[in-house]
Each structure stands twice: as structure tokens, then as C-alpha cells.
T-cell receptor, first 113, second 111 residues
Framework: NAGVTQTPKFQVLKTGQSMTLQCAQD?????MYWYRQDPGMGLRLIYY???????DKGEVPNGYNVSRLNKREFSLRLESAAPSQTSVYFC????????????FGQGTRLTVV | RKEVEQDPGPFNVPEGATVAFNCTYS??????FFWYRQDCRKEPKLLMS???SGNEDGRFTAQLNRASQYISLLIRDSKLSDSATYLC????????????FGPGTRLSVLP
């Protein structure tokens, strides 16, 4: 019953440090997503991968890079963290067809000081 | 204009009350519609899909009006456990789905 697993759950970074958020899903989904959630802003799409081998920018991609390592794994990298990247990050996955549902990981709470 | 708009609330209602949430979306190419529930400091979870004919799941009823680009969620006989933020979600046609989330409506059910 793992579904979508994200690591780490919590992280504090200093400005300028780098880190990679890991995400893995065991539902054999083709599509994977990274969102950030800020108070009053709702979930905003950072990057998505419609299928293995493809990645595309979402609404707020600046300051982030992604890698679709294989069908299961989709990582998000912050090369030089900034305080504006303090947020809760959610990974999600879904099938590629329309009318299917997105399933979310438990989230990563990131603070950049 | 945001693609998906919701009244942020909070809606404070007594147990047993009926409460309705509304959502509007701007992209007429939107194809799929959902309500998700998010508890405090947790991930969003699917509450129900929304179909053009309307659909019901126990105490929850969802309606879609494509002409007005409007989605609603009705909760009857509210329980304390219904307290959460309710997210309206639409998908936009493209290669793979693109889920667009509203900012959410916060509900507090009071004893």
C-alpha cells in the first residue's frame, strides 16, 4: 500500500545550498508531477513528466530541475536554495489517460533560512 | 484571472448542517473534474470525481455545469470529521493530464 513515497519529510537548508527531493510510485503510473503549496496560493505545478523520458515545465519552474530516472522515480532538485523556495512540496502520479485520478505523496516541508 | 477559483472560507458550520461549496474554472477545454480533501498538514486525497450528470457518494453530492463552467459540492449532515480544506481540481487536455488546483475552501464543523 505504499502508493507515492517522498523523501525526506522535513528539511532545513541554508540559502545557496542544494538538495534533491526524491519521489517514487509503485502504481505503474506513466505521469508524475511536482507541486509546491504555499498558504493562500493552492497547489502550483513546478514540473511534470507525462511519461518516462519526458519532462515539461509547469507554472513555477524557475529555480528547479527534475529528472525522470525511470518509470517509478521522479526527482526534484534545488540547485541553489532561496528563502522564496520555503514551501511544502508534493509529488503526485497518475495514469496518462484523461479522467484518471492523481495520487499524492505525504509531502516534504522545506525551510530555507 | 486564476484558472480555478474558490471561496477560501472558512465556513464554520454546526454538526448536522448542510454546506455547499462552489468552484468556477476559466478554461473551456477542461475535461475532468474532481473534489479533493486535504487535512491539515497532510496530502490531498480524492474525495470524488464530478460528472456532467451529477453524482452522489453518501452524504456528498457533486454537480458540474459545463455551460457556466461551475462545479459544486454539497455536504449533508456534516460531521466533525468533515473539517478539512476542499480543493476543486480540473484537468486540461494535453499530452498527459495537467491537474489544476483551486486554492481550496476551508471547512470547520463545530460541535
Amino acid at each position: 500500500n505504499a502508493g507515492v513515497t517522498q523523501t525526506p519529510k522535513f528539511q532545513v537548508l541554508k540559502t545557496g545550498q542544494s538538495m534533491t527531493l526524491q519521489c517514487a510510485q509503485d502504481m505503474n503510473h506513466n505521469s508524475m508531477y511536482w507541486y509546491r503549496q504555499d498558504p493562500g496560493m493552492g497547489l502550483r505545478l513546478i514540473y511534470y513528466s507525462a511519461s518516462e523520458g519526458t519532462t515539461d515545465k509547469g507554472e513555477v519552474p524557475n529555480g528547479y530541475n527534475v529528472s525522470r530516472l525511470n518509470k517509478r522515480e521522479f526527482s526534484l532538485r534545488l540547485e541553489s536554495a532561496a528563502p522564496s523556495q520555503t514551501s511544502v512540496y508534493f509529488c503526485a502520479s497518475s495514469e496518462i489517460e484523461m479522467n484518471t485520478v492523481a495520487f499524492f505523496g505525504q509531502g516534504t516541508r522545506l525551510t530555507v533560512v | 484571472r486564476k484558472e480555478v477559483e474558490q471561496d477560501p472560507g472558512p465556513f464554520n458550520v454546526p454538526e448536522g448542517a448542510t454546506v455547499a461549496f462552489n468552484c468556477t474554472y476559466s478554461n473551456s477545454a477542461s475535461q475532468s473534474f474532481f473534489w479533493y480533501r486535504q487535512d491539515c498538514r497532510k496530502e490531498p486525497k480524492l474525495l470524488m470525481s464530478v460528472y456532467s450528470s451529477g453524482n452522489e457518494d453518501g452524504r456528498f453530492t457533486a454537480q458540474l455545469n459545463r455551460a457556466s463552467q461551475y462545479i459544486s459540492l454539497l455536504i449533508r449532515d456534516s460531521k466533525l470529521s468533515d473539517s478539512a480544506t476542499y480543493l476543486c481540481v480540473v484537468t486540461i487536455k494535453g499530452y498527459g493530464q495537467n491537474f489544476v488546483f483551486g486554492p481550496g475552501t476551508r471547512l470547520s464543523v463545530l460541535p
